[in-house]
């Protein structure tokens, strides 16, 4: 009996080491699962399109005729075998211009990405022929790492100051400041209600109305970034996030990231640090074909026995 019972425990301890084992092997597998694709937990549309028209091969472009596979990168259109009407549209909270060297690769650029899937928010430019952004500077910012770069979190910190100046150099008679301090101390109900309404027109002053950012090679980027028509923009710099492009450049860190990477996580971290809203996939489709490209070229190397 004293036997049985310790062969029983034996065997039940086995067993519970064996469950454990078999637990901490699944989560290794998910974490490499992960490091091999970090994209993968994306609350993507489906790739269906993209994989029927991958196994048509090149197709004709709608408006300039060119062989493209998937979209043509001169037009900003899918091609004919990949419907409009099945590409994801994402809306975006503020609207957003590219600036394109004009030595960028179109067949390299990620910047098509982002107009392909927000057409109607979002504007790519070809150097030097960019936008005058002097009468709004004080609600557009760019997104470039520098020695004056901010982080997204501390936008609304700096974006009021910039607003403040702004109005101060448009008018330079100050009496109109004075009568609205002095309302704040009048208790009738409609005062109350000015000055609330005054409070709020201003605090939507303060959310960023767009953003640029600038599509080039790190090597190529000096020209555009010492543009005068660019100075004097609050400067936003992606600084936690890791590139997963295919073609990241040498001699740089990895958190320079491609165009429609820091397109995304710039709009993630502002949904959250500055919209102050939960975040549930909302701009996850910006990714659409990045991360459909990301996982043929894993494969592919994969495949190749190649890292």
């Not at 637990?23 to 029927?52: I, Y």
């Not at 997204?152 to 009496?175: A, M, Q, T, Y």
């Not at 950012?213 to 936003?236: A, C, P, V």
Request: proline share 5%; charged share 25%.
């Amino acid at each position: 009996m004293s036997l049985n019972s310790s062969t029983f425990l034996n065997q039940e301890s086995h067993q519970k080491l064996k469950r454990n084992f078999e637990c901490l092997k699944n989560s290794q597998q998910t974490t490499s699962s992960l490091q091999d694709n970090p994209l993968q937990n994306l609350q993507l549309a489906s790739w269906e399109v993209l994989e029927k028209a991958q196994k048509n091969g090149r197709s004709k472009c709608p408006r300039c005729g060119s062989s493209r596979m998937f979209y043509c990168y001169s037009c900003y259109v899918p091609v004919e075998t990949v419907p409009t009407k099945e590409i994801p549209v994402v809306k975006l909270p503020l609207k957003i211009d590219i600036i394109k060297h004009p030595n960028e690769t179109d067949g390299k650029s990620t910047a098509v990405h982002a107009k392909l899937v927000a057409p109607e928010d979002v504007t790519i430019y070809t150097y030097p022929c960019i936008p005058e952004y002097e009468e709004k500077r004080h609600e557009i910012a760019l997104i470039f790492p520098g020695p004056n770069s901010i982080s997204v979190k501390d936008i609304i910190l700096h974006l009021p100051e910039n607003v403040e100046k702004n109005v101060s150099c448009g008018n330079d008679d100050d009496s109109s400041a004075e009568p609205f301090l002095k309302k704040a101390k009048i208790e009738t109900k409609e005062d109350r209600n000015l000055i609330e309404y005054k409070s709020n027109s201003r605090s939507e002053d303060t959310v960023l109305k767009k953003v640029i950012f600038i599509d080039s090679t790190w090597n190529q980027t000096n020209k555009i970034i010492t543009d005068e028509r660019l100075q004097g923009l609050l400067q936003i710099e992606l600084k936690t996030r890791k590139t997963c492009f295919w073609r990241h450049q040498k001699g740089k860190p990895d958190t320079y990231l491609s165009t429609i990477e820091a397109i995304y996580y710039f709009l993630v971290d502002y949904h959250q640090e500055v919209l102050k809203e939960s975040y549930k996939g909302q701009y996850d489709n910006l990714l659409f074909f990045f991360s459909f490209m990301y996982t043929l070229i894993k494969n592919a190397k994969n495949s190749a026995g190649k890292e």
